[in-house]
């Protein structure tokens, strides 16, 4: 965890594992027995798929998504299972060891294994619609479960879906105000205002078995720096939907700006990363001739997408960028 993400007191807790929590029902419905259930036990939380009862303090969490995972590690609450990325095992390194330890593997990003998901007896499952929404019903049948529209862009409103799905609301607002002052404090750190808007940056990502894309607007790296007023060059304006331009290695003279933030996705040299950077192409962009060029993780700036993603990587553009 970051220094700056410490002193803001966004900590990273975990909820006590207390076994297996039955799912509750509003008062309307019975159990088993044919009692009547408190209507205090669950609460309705408006999602992408309609509304949704969940439990008040549910502790049997499963996340299908960095994303969702992000936001309940930040929020301090401690999922039992979670998806990982199909290129990688395991799951994101930016996020506390002691925590993902903790985690049952319950297969790939869009590709849940759901025996392995029932298995965990959630009482709540959080994901997108464009991640599983045609698996809806079948995770429905496991658990109540909460889907945002999309991942990316959205996350800060996502990240209020899951803090009213989890019943962290008022944690919520204090980690949405901490970030809200990290990110003046790096503004300030860079130069200010002023200097911000008018310094270009792009960020270009090398993936293996695709084109190069220069990422727009409408994503979760561009939300981040638009929060820091940051300049963005005029190609970004022609990004597909606003997320991203692809190019190819010939054109890559396209991604020129005062700073360039890279990453890759894959193998470097199956990702056209390396070839790319060493020829006069990229050696002519501004950033380059300046070294103003970052090589950045891939896993945290593009795929982190969550609060404790973001102060990390805020503290990593202040490092870069500040002085």
Known sequence: M???????????GALALTGTLALTACSSDSDSD???TDA???HTVKTAMGDVKVPV??????????GELDSALTLGVQPVGATHSATEDGFPTYLPADRTKKLTEVGEIANPNMETVASLKPDLILTSKVRDGDRYEQLSAIAPTVMTESTGTAWKENFQVHAEALGKQAEAKKIVAAYDAHV?????????KAKAAATDVNFVRFVEGADIRIYGKQNY????LADLGM???AITDKAKDGFSYDVSPEKIDLADADVVFTSTYGDP?????????????WKGLTAAKNGKVFKVDDRLWIAGIGYTAADQILDEFQTKLAG
């Open 34 to 36: 044919g009692a009547k």
């Open 221 to 224: 790296i561009g939300s981040i």
């Open 2 to 12: 970051s220094t700056a993400l410490r002193r803001r007191g966004i900590t990273l």
């Open 269 to 281: 040299d199956k990702a056209g990363t390396t070839k790319t950077m060493k020829s006069g192409l």
């Open 231 to 233: 300049g963005r060059p």
């Open 57 to 66: 303090a549910p502790k049997r969490v499963v996340v299908l998504d960095t």
């Open 184 to 192: 003046a404090e790096v503004t300030e750190a860079i130069g200010g």
């Open 40 to 42: 205090a036990a669950t």
